[in-house]
């Protein structure tokens, strides 16, 4: 099966363009597509005419560049309607594959009844709260599957279920809900690394209690948009005003 991988990020510069080397070294076959804010892309038309959304490196290997509204969910979902594989992978753009992920993603897709696939977690950095966090990655529940996990998804089945919701936050734990009402989700047994600067910004503790009541907020119906707006500004979301 064709694999194509979209990477949502807020621009693509010079850092990103060396962490896609590494993901083209790893999975050398796959369909690379990078999708940016489209109102960042327009900025750069206004500049730079000539040189607006094109690839970093030329030749056949260099990755597709794309714009969708600023947002994870939609520039996910425009990278995944522009792609051609039969498996999508949303990969973060501070996130590493691990080197066997080839053919732990062969493996879990020869059963028919996975639908959805995600590794395991790792950080770049040491710390026990992470080192938890990691270990519990290890399991597939809603608590525990998240989209800095490089989820793929076959395209039959992200299709079925709708993609992703075009939200800023929280839509890849919407994703997920969807494809598990029709599909098996796997964790697979390798770990993907992921950066820990906003945990080593706003404190390792203080993050994952933002990230956890943020979650529980979600779940209790508050609003992605709204839930966004405090996690980019780093608040405390106790004292954030209380859902609507």
Known sequence: MKLSIIVPTRRFDESIAQRLAAVQRCLPAAELLVVEPDDLARAESRERPSTALSPAASGPAA??????????????DRGARAAGGDLLMFLHDDTELPPDAESALRTAFADPAVGMTCFRLA?????WL??????????????????????????????????????????DVELARRVRRVARVRKLPGAVTT?????????????????????????????????????????TPIAAGRPK
Not at 123 to 127: I, K, P, T, Y
Not at 201 to 219: D, E, S, T, Y
Request: hydrophobic share 40%; proline share 6%; glycine share 8%.
């Open 130 to 171: 992470l080192a938890v966090y990691a270990w519990l990655s290890r399991f597939e529940t809603r608590l525990t599957t998240f989209g800095d996990q490089a989820m793929v998804v076959r395209r039959r089945v992200y299709e079925s279920v709708g993609g992703f919701p075009p939200w800023p936050l929280f839509e």
């Open 195 to 235: 950066s820990a600067v906003r945990f080593a910004r706003h404190g390792m503790l203080r993050q994952q209690l933002i990230n956890g009541v943020l979650l529980a907020r979600f779940f209790l119906g508050d609003s992605p948009a709204r839930l966004a707006a405090i996690y980019e500004a780093g608040r």
């Open 123 to 127: 950080f770049d950095r040491r710390h």
């Open 63 to 76: 990755p597709r560049r794309l714009s969708a509204p600023r947002g994870r969910g939609t520039q996910c």
